[in-house]
C-alpha cells in the first residue's frame, strides 16, 4: 500500500503541537516538521512525539518553506497540517484514500473554533487542499496554494484548528501583513492577495483598512472562486461595522441571486438589516420585518457544510436565536419564547461532538 507522511512547518508552537503530532501519530507512516527558528521546546517536544525535525532559515516566503518540508518526504503522499491543526475523527479516510491509486489531490474539511456572537465557541468549516502526491508543490509567498491542475477529491477526514481564537491570534498579528504588502508589490492585479490583506485588518478590528481592500478583490474576482462567499459576507460585515448601510444593502442586492443556496449570505444580510434600523430610526418599520425575513430564509436553506467558510448555526440554531431576540425587542413575549424554544431544539439536534482541547 501507498505511504502517506505528515509534513509540517512550525516556529515556536509548543503550546499545541503535540496535539497536532498524537493525532496523526497511528495514521501515517512518518512525520516532518521543518522548524523555521523556534526559541521554544517545539523542537524537543516534536522529537518526543516521534517526529523527525530539521532546522531551516525562514526566507520570508511560505511556499519556499513548504517546498523544503515537502522535499524531505519520500513518500506517496503528503499530509500537509499546522501545529495548530488536529485530526479530530474519521481519520480511516486516509488508509482508504491510498487504496485509490488515481493522481488526486485531498480536500480536508478543516474546522476552525471561532468566537461567537454573544459568547461560546462556533465551528467554521473550509475545504482545503491538504493531502497531496509527491510531486506537487507550493506557490505563494504568503496565504500559499499548491500548483497543481489535478483533480481535487474531498475526504471525510475531521480537521479541527485553534489558531483563529483571540488569543492566538494576539500572537500572529502582523506576521502577514508585510509579506501580503510585499506580494502585492509584485502582482497588484491578484484580487486573492487583497481579499487575504482585508481578512488581515479586520480580524484585528481595522474595518476602515480592510474595506477598500475587499472593494478591490470584489471588482477582479472570479464569480466560482471558492473564496468569493467568505469575501462577500466579510465586505458586509466590514460594512456594517462602518456604518456604510447603503453600500452594505446595495451590494447585498448585486449579490443575491449568487447565494440562493447560502444560509450565511441571508443570516448576515439579517444582521446588517437589524444594524441598519438600529442606526437610522426612521426606516425601522421597514428594516426589521425585512431582516426576519433574512433570517427565516437562513432557516428555509438549512446547513449547508459543502459550502466553503460556513458558520455551523446559521442555516439553524444563530437563526432561530436571533429571531427570538427580535420579537423579544418588539415586545412580543410569545413568539420570542416560541423562537427560543426552536433554537434550543435546533442547537441540541446539530450539537457536535465534544471538542478535545
Known sequence: MACISLVMIARDEARCIERCLRSAAGWVDDMWVLDTGSVDDTPAIAR??????????????????????LDLS?????????????????????????HDPRPRIGLLRVASLVDGAGGGTQLAPSWLPRLLPRDVRYTGRVHEQPQSALLR???????LHDGYLPAQ????????????????QDDDQDPYLHYQLGKDHEVHGDYAAAAPCYARALTAVDTLAAWRHDLVL????????????DDALQLAEREMPLWDHSPDFYFTLGDLLLDAAA???QHVATL????????RRALDIGENPSLPDTV????????????????????DAAQARAWQERAAQLRAAGQPAAIAA
Open 48 to 69: 518526543r512525539c516521534g517526529a523527525q525535525v530539521v532546522p531551516w532559515s525562514w526566507r520570508e516566503d511560505f511556499a519556499a518553506a513548504r517546498n523544503a518540508a
Open 169 to 184: 491570534m494576539g500572537r500572529k498579528q502582523g506576521r502577514n501583513r508585510a509579506l501580503l504588502q510585499r506580494a502585492l
Open 288 to 295: 426589521l420585518p425585512l431582516a426576519e425575513a433574512a433570517w
Open 74 to 98: 519520500a513518500s506517496d503522499w503528503n499530509l500537509v497540517l499546522d501545529a495548530d491543526e488536529w485530526i479530530a475523527g474519521a481519520a480511516g479516510a486516509l488508509q482508504d484514500w491510498c
Open 279 to 281: 442606526g437610522q430610526p
Open 312 to 331: 455551523l448555526g446559521r442555516g439553524s440554531f444563530l437563526a432561530a436565536h436571533n429571531l427570538a431576540v427580535l420579537h423579544e425587542g418588539l415586545g
Open 153 to 159: 477529491q474531498r475526504l471525510a477526514l475531521q480537521v
Open 234 to 245: 466579510r465586505c458586509l460585515f466590514t460594512l456594517k461595522k462602518l456604518r456604510r448601510y
